[in-house]
């Protein structure tokens, strides 16, 4: 799959990744073919890979605050979130974060919680083939798998 057919995809999500929008995506996705499916999760583990960065994952969420009024760091999964509602938004956000994380900055509150663009791929490839998604991507989406992304955590 293309980057331009990737985006394409995810503009059907209309900037947010919500139940609703997730399920309409992954019932667009499961009308192609099987190939089209693991390409489209090929796409969306790299971009979340490419934004797995220290610059990114270090931002408090901007809508919390921890003890004595201190900033709230996100935790792994917060930040896994956070990048797949920056995914959500669309090619321009994404694109625009990398030159300036502030960018990025709003999309750690919880009100863009971004997690059910990760069931995406495993409901299209069921809905497809009426079998469980069982495929491994090239890239890691985990929090902190993008060693050059956090050049502190390198062994």
């Given at each position: 799959?293309?980057?331009?057919?990737?985006?394409?995809?995810?503009?059907?999500?209309?900037?947010?990744a919500?139940?609703e929008?997730?399920?309409?995506?992954?019932?667009?996705?499961?009308?192609?073919?099987?190939?089209?499916?693991?390409?489209?999760?090929?796409?969306l583990?790299?971009?979340l890979?490419?934004?797995?960065?220290?610059?990114?994952g270090?931002?408090?969420?901007?809508?919390?605050?921890?003890?004595?009024?201190?900033?709230f760091?996100?935790?792994?999964?917060?930040?896994?979130?956070?990048?797949?509602?920056?995914?959500a938004?669309?090619?321009?956000?994404?694109?625009?974060?990398?030159?300036?994380?502030?960018?990025?900055?709003?999309y750690?509150?919880s009100?863009?919680?971004?997690?059910?663009?990760?069931?995406?791929?495993?409901?299209?490839?069921?809905?497809?083939?009426?079998?469980?998604?069982?495929h491994?991507t090239?890239?890691?989406?985990?929090s902190?798998s993008?060693?050059?992304?956090w050049?502190?955590?390198?062994?």
């Open positions: 799959m293309t980057w331009t057919d990737f985006w394409a995809l995810t503009a059907t999500l209309d900037g947010k919500t139940e929008s997730c399920r309409r995506l992954a019932e667009e996705l499961s009308r192609r073919p099987a190939p089209h499916i693991i390409g489209f999760a090929e796409r583990s790299e971009a890979y490419r934004l797995d960065q220290e610059k990114f270090t931002l408090p969420v901007v809508d919390l605050t921890a003890r004595y009024g201190s900033p760091p996100q935790s792994a999964d917060v930040f896994l979130y956070t990048r797949c509602a920056v995914v938004a669309g090619q321009a956000v994404w694109e625009s974060v990398f030159s300036d994380a502030d960018k990025f900055a709003p750690t509150s009100e863009r919680d971004g997690e059910w663009l990760l069931y995406v791929t495993d409901k299209a490839y069921e809905l497809a083939t009426g079998k469980k998604w069982n491994a090239r890239y890691c989406s985990e902190y993008n060693r050059d992304g050049p502190d955590l390198r062994a």
